[in-house]
């Protein structure tokens, strides 16, 4: 990529496997993945591609998405380095859209700042935060978030300060990058944050496959209602399409038995929501995102 000749900053690979940039290890070559380490770095590399028309995929830690196995076939663009700070100021906690949200949740427990402790565990960054409302049970990102920074395609700044907590939409408009956000936590006893955030952790471990190779929750909940309920019921658990099956543990995660393609993964899905819609005349949304594929999701 000519523009990039070790500009501070940027890294550039080409024909990069998409696979190793995912949990659920399935995906395709990108063109280019490009990693940038500052604010400067990204509108440099932003104003490039926009001047070369290409597509751009920004990626935290593909930990929602399902990537073709076609690949991305044009530049796929991670916040890394300074991109990635943790700043505490008061009750406000800053952090690059390229933090994980375990390295800011703990930054938070240390300052022993509260409100942070329903992330523990889940494997996204600030960025995917924001773009999903991530959350559980006991909180959602959209219920601590003060501030988010982003850029435009055409780089400019926008900063976003009212938020509406609605189940896994995005907190900033889709087609804007997310370079930072501010949270607003309170002042707890570190003895307090600790429980729950050991409490977050231990139900995680009880009632989700972690350490395998998964995406998350492959479905939103329907209002009043679980996925995870509905595909049990269905008896789902254990289905597979080559070497993509259906958890044992929760009915609404798919996991990559190693070899899985991502085409396995999209096919089981379908199979999966055609059940309960059959069933139950519900109609699943996707919660991953489905980047790459000729046609949206079907069944």
Same mark, same amino acid.
């Given at each position: 990529?000519?523009?990039? %000749?070790?500009?501070?900053?940027?890294?550039?690979?080409?024909?990069?496997?998409?696979?190793?940039?995912?949990?659920?290890?399935?995906?395709?070559?990108?063109?280019?993945?490009?990693?940038?380490?500052?604010?400067?770095?990204?509108?440099?590399?932003?104003?490039?591609? /926009?001047?070369? /028309?290409?597509?751009? !995929? $920004?990626?935290?830690?593909?930990?929602?998405?399902?990537?073709?196995?076609?690949?991305?076939? #044009?530049?796929?663009? /991670?916040?890394?380095?300074?991109? $990635?700070?943790?700043?505490?100021?008061?009750?406000?906690? %800053?952090?690059?859209?390229?933090?994980?949200?375990?390295?800011?949740?703990?930054?938070?427990? @240390?300052?022993? !700042?509260?409100?942070?402790?329903?992330?523990?565990?889940?494997?996204?960054?600030?960025? #995917?935060?924001?773009?999903?409302?991530?959350?559980?049970?006991?909180?959602?990102?959209? !219920?601590?978030?003060?501030?988010?920074?982003?850029?435009?395609?055409?780089?400019?700044?926008?900063?976003?300060?009212?938020?509406?907590?609605?189940?896994?939409?995005?907190?900033?408009?889709?087609?804007?990058?997310?370079?930072?956000?501010?949270?607003? +936590?309170?002042?707890?006893?570190?003895?307090?944050?600790?429980?729950?955030?050991?409490?977050?952790?231990?139900?995680? &471990?009880?009632?989700?496959?972690?350490?395998?190779?998964?995406?998350?929750?492959?479905?939103?909940?329907?209002?009043?209602?679980?996925?995870?309920?509905?595909?049990?019921?269905?008896?789902?658990? #254990?289905?597979?399409?080559? @070497?993509?099956?259906?958890?044992?543990?929760?009915?609404?995660?798919?996991?990559?038995?190693? #070899?899985?393609?991502?085409?396995?993964?999209?096919?089981?899905?379908?199979?999966?929501? !055609?059940?309960?819609?059959?069933?139950?005349?519900?109609? +699943? &949304?996707?919660?991953? /995102?489905?980047?790459?594929?000729?046609? %949206?999701?079907?069944?």
């Amino acid at each position: 990529m000519s523009f990039l %000749e070790n500009p501070a900053g940027i890294t550039v690979h080409e024909h990069v496997p998409l696979a190793g940039c995912t949990t659920w290890k399935t995906g395709g070559l990108a063109r280019y993945l490009i990693d940038v380490e500052s604010l400067k770095a990204l509108r440099e590399a932003l104003l490039y591609l /926009r001047e070369m /028309r290409m597509r751009i !995929l $920004a990626l935290g830690n593909g930990s929602n998405v399902l990537i073709a196995d076609a690949g991305f076939d #044009g530049a796929v663009i /991670r916040l890394r380095g300074r991109a $990635a700070f943790t700043k505490v100021s008061g009750e406000l906690l %800053e952090a690059g859209a390229g933090a994980p949200l375990g390295v800011v949740a703990l930054t938070a427990a @240390r300052a022993s !700042l509260g409100g942070l402790e329903f992330s523990c565990g889940i494997p996204g960054t600030v960025g #995917g935060a924001v773009m999903t409302n991530a959350g559980a049970s006991s909180g959602s990102t959209a !219920l601590v978030l003060a501030e988010a920074r982003a850029l435009t395609i055409d780089c400019e700044d926008v900063i976003f300060d009212v938020f509406e907590d609605v189940y896994r939409q995005p907190l900033v408009p889709p087609g804007h990058i997310v370079t930072s956000a501010t949270f607003r +936590l309170g002042h707890t006893s570190p003895e307090s944050i600790k429980s729950l955030m050991s409490e977050a952790r231990s139900k995680r &471990e009880a009632t989700q496959p972690v350490g395998l190779a998964s995406a998350g929750c492959v479905f939103k909940n329907p209002a009043g209602d679980s996925a995870g309920r509905l595909l049990e019921e269905c008896g789902v658990k #254990g289905a597979s399409v080559g @070497r993509a099956s259906v958890s044992r543990v929760h009915a609404n995660f798919i996991i990559n038995n190693g #070899g899985a393609r991502a085409d396995d993964i999209k096919k089981l899905m379908g199979l999966m929501a !055609l059940e309960v819609e059959s069933r139950f005349a519900v109609r +699943l &949304e996707p919660e991953v /995102r489905l980047i790459g594929f000729e046609e %949206e999701f079907s069944w």
